[in-house]
């Protein structure tokens, strides 16, 4: 669904601890986090290549984990 916004240019899924290899890579202008459990990891390779980071809110209720979650059992 991200992918879709005209807005996102790349969603990714990785297997390292951090996504510091692939921001190195992409080099995002703007990187947007969840405010919930960010630790800033990737503060650093992403203003390094003259990007932002935008935290935000989450929306009580909503999750990408509960979309999956639904899909799940919708296709059990």
């Excluded at 290899?21 to 995002?28: T, V």
């Excluded at 980071?53 to 899909?71: A, C, F, N, R, W």
């Amino acid at each position: 669904m991200l992918s879709a916004l005209e807005c996102v240019d790349y969603v990714t899924i990785f297997n390292e601890t951090t996504p510091n290899n692939i921001l190195e890579a992409i080099r995002p202008s703007i990187h947007v986090k969840s405010k919930t459990g960010y630790k800033g990891i990737e503060k650093d390779v992403v203003e390094k290549n003259n990007g932002k980071i935008v935290l935000l809110d989450d929306v009580p209720g909503l999750s990408t984990s509960k979309i999956i979650e639904k899909i799940i059992e919708a296709y059990k």
